[in-house]
């Protein structure tokens, strides 16, 4: 996700995400995999940015994500923890315990060659930020995932004559779904835990491709639910997150036949849905109004806002006495 205007071209010349979809999925990509991690080590997350050193670490916190960059302006990194060594661990040449360690997550719907600018700037906010005495060694990472529907394209390392800056990049659309669903099978019949990484694959996966599929959908969200490959609090976050996203694709009768049976049926009874609705409902109102303010027709907005002609009506007095704001 970004902070900064742009012009909506992409690295790639694809599309870029819708406003509406890039948030939701941003805010999943928060929950999923920020949510209960004080103290977790380091390799649950499944990033290869830290190679074999992962085993070492375990997160310290969450750290806040707005970053002072200069007296009038903040920048807002999508996910930022401090790290620290596990005890009694005996560290490997070339790590110090006083160090230190930071772990940069950002999430990309679109992928722009700007945005090398934009995490090279992150990088020199957060030394400037973290880095306050020549006797500490600082050391950061960063992992940028990129969404679905990202071409998976490689990126050349931007060379900065004596600086390197090559941040580890993951591509969702390169998941090799039927073995990312044989090792989320496995690792349940083991008794075992996902990555997180794992879990957002899981999430996203269904987004992979032109076209929803429904069975695929299906599969993918009874194993990122399911408590036993994460968590309880995790698996409803997926549930919900799963659902914003996911069941406008629907009616509700149909996406109900795509849970049943399913964890996700379990943590989304009728109030959720019926929650969910009424702001899918609430979306359709203001689009409604904004649509009679422009001088749309009333029969094109029965018909595609699902609002009523007394509501139609309602409004209209109101707009003619000048206080709408619905």
Known sequence: MTDFEDSGKTADGSAPAGKEEKSRHDQAAKKILAADTDNMPVSEFGFSSFGGAAEYFVVAKSLRNEIPLHLRSKIYIDLLFLLTFKEGVELPPGFNRDAVELLVVEVEEERRARDVAKHVLYAGALLHEYYTSLDIDFRLRMTVIYGPKVSPKKTARTDFGSLVFRPDRIFLAETDIDGLLSRAKGRRESGLKITRLDLYR????????????????????????????????LASAVAVEATKLYSRSFTPEAWKKVIRGTRMEEYLDEYDLRIIQEATQKNNAKLALNLLKDGVSRQIIIKNCGVTEQWLQEMEGKLKEGHSSD
């Open 202 to 233: 899981l999430f996203s996966a269904p987004r992979i491709g032109e076209t929803l599929d429904p069975d695929l959908l299906r599969l993918c969200l009874g194993f990122a639910a399911d408590p036993a490959l994460s968590s309880e609090s």
